[in-house]
Each structure stands twice: as C-alpha cells, then as structure tokens.
C-alpha cells in the first residue's frame, strides 16, 4: 500500500468504508451533473467553484470504489490526498493539481479582490477533466458491476 | 550554496539522526517519484557534500533509498514500499514542530523572498485543531511551486496548512488593507528571510 495512504489511514484522515455499487454511482452522478453545470457559461469566479467541487465529488466516487471515505473535517484536502494515495500516474499528477489549487483557493479569499487568474482558471477545468476520466476507468476497474451503469464523462 | 552551519532549534534534529537525514527524508517526500543524481541533490537540498554522501549511505543501507546507475551517473530514488517511508511520516506527524518540516520542504524553492507562519501557531497559543498559516511572498511561479511541494507535505504535517501568497507589488500594493495590516502587526515565525542572518536554509 501506498505510504501516504497508510498515514491518511492512521491519522483517521481516511476512513475505511464499504460503499455499495450504488452509493458509489450516485455519487459519480452527482460528479457528472456538477461537471456539466460548471460548463453552463458561468461567472468565472463561480465556474471555478463548481468545476471544483465536481472534482471533490469525483475524488469521493473514486474513493468510495476503492472502500475508503474522507473525514469530516479538512476532507477536501482528505479526499484529494486519498485520490492521490490510491492512483498514480494521470490520476494521482490531476489530484495533486487539484489539492494544489485546493492549498491556493485562499490567496484569494483576503485583501484585495484578484478574483480567478485565467491559468487557475484553466488549471481547474483541465485538471477535473482529466481527473474524471482517469476515475471513471479506475471505477470500472474497481467495481465492474457498474460498467453498464456509470456514464462516460464528457471529454475534456 | 554549501551551509554547514546548525538549526539547533530545530524539533526535526530531535527525531532523526541528523537534521541533513530530516531534509532528505522531506526531500524525497515532497518529490514523490523522483530520481536525483549526486550533485543535483546537492545543488537543490544545500547539504554539503559530506553530510549527504553520509546519509544516503544511511538511507540506501536501510533500504529506503535505491541507488542505480544511469551511464556515467548514480541516481537515488526512494523505494516506497520501504517501511521507513511510512514510519518517518507518522514520527512527524507525532512530534515535530510543524513550521520545521515546512521550512525544510521549502529549502527547494529559492526564489521565495520570504514565507512566515503567522495566526495562533506563531503566537504561540494554537488549539488542538488550529491550521498552519503560511505567507509566502515571491513570484507567482516560485509560489506556485511552494505549493506543489507543500500539498505533498500536507499529508506528513501535524497540522493542515492554510496558505496565502502575494508578489512583492501586490505585497506593497495591499499594504494599507486591514487583512495585511494585521498580519504583519501580528507575530511571526520565520521560513524563509526575516530578520537575522540566513539561517532558515541551514543543516548540518
């Protein structure tokens, strides 16, 4: 096992869970449906929020298939980390973007208004893209029952 | 730069062999995947020769670390499976200082002009659940690359890290905003820079 994902676990950062097939597809639905509001021509500053918060649901979906919730508390940074201790490769380098983007979502949050910067912007968009199709087929591989059940993500 | 110089306050000198060992065990963590040749190691740890020859020997003898040939080069690159890896996690977590092991997970990233703890950690009076804050000032592409670092270090830290960052204009722009205003007022622990001599980059 991973190492980080050993400490997420000793550290009760991630939690053991055994989510049934459809606690795992609702989930991935709720990813999908979030995935296509944020594509709605919104406001750049709440395009930014939704696209994230689709990624966050991807990351629990995924966890989810692989038996694991985040904690209550911090579990944006436990399910990005959790995502990035069960994947490797493309999935674990878009969740480590996203946790990233996660760490900087504050810089904006104090003094003067900078709003969204167009590369976050872009960062956002690509990495949930990216994010949801390395999931999607890590899902699949996990849970194989949902293979006629879980809907492709839109493209990138 | 080659630092020969001690931390001596540092909490990382109290749980590994060596503070040089604690900045290679951070090294390796925040570079996951990574393969590092000699002298890049030290180009980008600021270890002198000596100090890291020694403890890759150390590391490569429990196994932690791999060592392999590349054509003319040695290359060390961390075997995660190693159990150290997971150990040397969990020690931190348990008992260091947590603005030490980010100030060693930013030693590669020297183009920062400053980083500073501030909030109850820095005052000295955090609750059990209270987050790290850390300000890094620098170029947007150095901080970018901070944070790269540190989401990594996340998940070794005792506490969770709530980060701000700002260039030097924005820094002198924003220098009459309430939220500025207080954290400068407030009291810091300094990462990178500060007042005093250069002491933040230094191990053994």
Known sequence: ??????????SRSLLEHSAT???????????????ENSRRGLDPSIEFTVAYTAA???AIALLYACGYRPAGRDHHHNA????IGVGEGELARAARELDQLRLGRHE??????????DEQMQAVRESTAVLMREAWSRILVERPALTTVLAAPPPG | MKVRATAPHSSLSALFSSLAMARLVVFFLVHPGGRFHLRELQRRTRLSSASLQKELGRMCAVGALQREREGERTVYAADEDNGCWHAWMLLMRAGADPVDVVREALVDVPGLDLAF???SVARGEPLPDSDLDLFLVGPPEERRRA???????????PRRLDVIGRDREELTAEAESG??????DQPKRWVVGGPGPDRQRSAA
Do not use: C, H, I
Not at chain 1, 21 to 35: I, N, P, S
Not at chain 1, 108 to 117: K, T
């Open chain 1, 1 to 10: 096992m991973n190492p980080r994902l050993r400490v997420l676990l000793d």
């Open chain 1, 21 to 35: 097939d459809a606690e795992v597809a609702a989930m991935w639905e709720k990813a999908l449906q979030t995935m």
């Open chain 1, 56 to 58: 966050l649901q991807t």
């Open chain 1, 80 to 83: 990005f980390a959790g995502a």
């Open chain 1, 108 to 117: 904006a949050s104090y003094g003067a208004a900078l709003g969204v910067p």
């Open chain 2, 117 to 119: 703890v501030f909030g």
């Open chain 2, 147 to 157: 944070m790269g670092l540190l989401v990594d270090a996340d998940v070794f830290l």
């Open chain 2, 179 to 184: 939220f500025l205003r207080r954290v400068m």
